[in-house]
């Protein structure tokens, strides 16, 4: 029991460093853009519209509307990484953020 004792300051210490530095929002660059990793998930609205939403690794959801986004991202259990740019505006689905893709890293197609 004495040796955990001694340590208990250490562990205390790292675990709130660790705490400290997790961050669950995507931050925008000065061009107001997010470059972040994640996965893309398939779903259905209650009036049985496809929704399609990207979660960031960071925990954090991002509507992905169709017309807005490349058409090998659709595809439910993608990972990627993704810059995008907020936008406001309704949806059916109210899944997350709405955001417009603007690019894939690395590029589709490379």
């Known amino acids: ?22 961050n669950t929002d995507d931050k925008p660059d000065a061009k107001g853009q997010i470059t972040m990793k994640g996965t893309v998930h398939s779903s259905q609205s209650t009036d049985g519209t496809q929704c399609w939403k990207f979660e960031s690794e960071k925990g954090k959801a991002y509507e992905l509307q169709p017309a807005q986004v490349p058409s090998e991202l659709l595809v439910d259990g993608t990972q990627a990484t993704i810059v995008v740019k907020t936008r406001t505006g309704g949806s059916f689905c109210n899944v997350g953020t709405i955001v417009d893709v603007l690019g894939l890293n690395p590029p589709s197609g490379a």
């Open 1 to 22: 029991m004495r040796r955990v004792a001694r340590y208990t300051p250490v562990l205390a210490a790292l675990l709130t460093l660790a705490v400290a530095g997790c």
